[in-house]
């Protein structure tokens, strides 16, 4: 096998689905989800056209809780990650978010009085 890449096409009704490419021969590269140490079912392959595979992913259900949730794709054989996506939920994660939200508005009327000022007291120069 070449150089193996596995781009992300899109995430819908809880499968995601990549395009795995660099692909030699005639068998795709055994591959595995892993979400922390615990393995998941491995994903399927569909063959595409030149080399190209469609891999998909069920994302479990009671994978999903509270914090973020990461999911990683890596060889079988190697352990070379190939690609990983991430679930965010839960009450504590939008608390953080709006937090962050109000932190950056305060931080932007902060720059907009020093620019205001800045232009006040430059306008006779």
């Known amino acids: 096998m070449s150089e ?3 781009i992300k096409l899109r995430m819908i009704a809880g499968l995601w689905q990549g395009e795995l490419t660099g692909v030699t021969g005639d068998a795709p590269p055994a591959l595995i989800v892993s979400q922390g140490a615990e393995a998941l079912p491995a994903p399927t392959l569909n ?18 809780g ?3 949730q990461t999911f990683v794709i890596s060889t079988r054989d190697t352990g070379d990650t190939l690609a990983s996506f991430a679930f965010m939920g839960g009450e504590a994660l939008s608390n953080d978010i709006r937090a ?5 508005r305060d931080e932007l009327d902060m720059l907009k009085r020093a620019f205001r000022r800045h232009c006040v007291e430059t306008a006779g120069n």
Not at 47 to 64: F, N, T
Not at 100 to 104: I, N
């Open 100 to 104: 962050e939200l109000d932190l950056l």
């Open 66 to 68: 509270d914090g973020v």
């Open 4 to 6: 193996l890449k596995l």
């Open 47 to 64: 063959r595409l056209e030149d080399g190209k595979w469609l891999v998909e992913v069920p994302v479990p259900a009671d994978r999903l």
